[in-house]
């Protein structure tokens, strides 16, 4: 299989305001653009995973079906940082047992929730 080894990954997410998308992702959560292509920005999350955003003017208003999540050891801090910034949340951090996870959901400008989560126990 190494072969077909994926070397990076992006996930990309239609926007109806590129503009006030990409100041939030910039500015508010702090993500690093690594491509500008004009009508799409894609920015850097963590290692080799990305995030990329498209103008589209048909976008519904409210994205169904899509969890982008930031999986960090500071989800207070995080909220906390959120909050100061005066993010939509969708739900406010606390345990989620069946899971094993810590987490909270907010929303992006283009309605997307975004989950901020720490797992009990390390990936492996």
């Not at 990954?9 to 910039?26: M, N, P, S, V």
């Not at 702090?30 to 990305?50: E, K, M, N």
């Not at 406010?92 to 126990?121: K, L, M, T």
């Given at each position: 299989?190494?072969?077909?080894?994926?070397?990076?990954?992006?996930?990309?997410?239609?926007?109806?305001?590129?503009?006030?998308?990409?100041?939030?992702?910039?500015?508010?959560?702090?993500?690093?653009?690594?491509?500008?292509?004009?009508?799409?920005?894609?920015?850097?999350?963590?290692?080799?995973?990305?995030?990329?955003?498209?103008?589209?003017?048909?976008?519904?208003?409210?994205?169904?079906?899509?969890?982008?999540?930031?999986?960090t050891d500071?989800?207070?801090?995080?909220?906390?940082?959120?909050?100061?910034?005066?993010?939509?949340?969708?739900?406010?951090?606390?345990?989620?047992?069946?899971?094993?996870?810590?987490?909270?959901?907010?929303?992006?400008?283009?309605?997307?929730?975004?989950?901020?989560?720490?797992?009990?126990?390390?990936?492996?």
């Amino acid at each position: 299989m190494a072969d077909r080894a994926v070397g990076q990954q992006i996930t990309f997410l239609d926007t109806r305001d590129l503009a006030r998308t990409a100041d939030f992702y910039e500015r508010i959560l702090g993500l690093r653009l690594a491509r500008d292509q004009g009508t799409c920005r894609i920015y850097h999350v963590s290692g080799s995973a990305y995030v990329g955003f498209c103008l589209r003017a048909d976008t519904p208003t409210e994205p169904q079906g899509v969890v982008f999540t930031l999986v960090t050891d500071q989800v207070d801090d995080w909220c906390a940082h959120l909050r100061r910034w005066g993010v939509e949340f969708v739900k406010e951090p606390s345990d989620n047992p069946p899971y094993r996870i810590y987490n909270a959901f907010i929303r992006d400008p283009n309605g997307y929730v975004i989950e901020i989560q720490r797992f009990w126990e390390p990936l492996v």
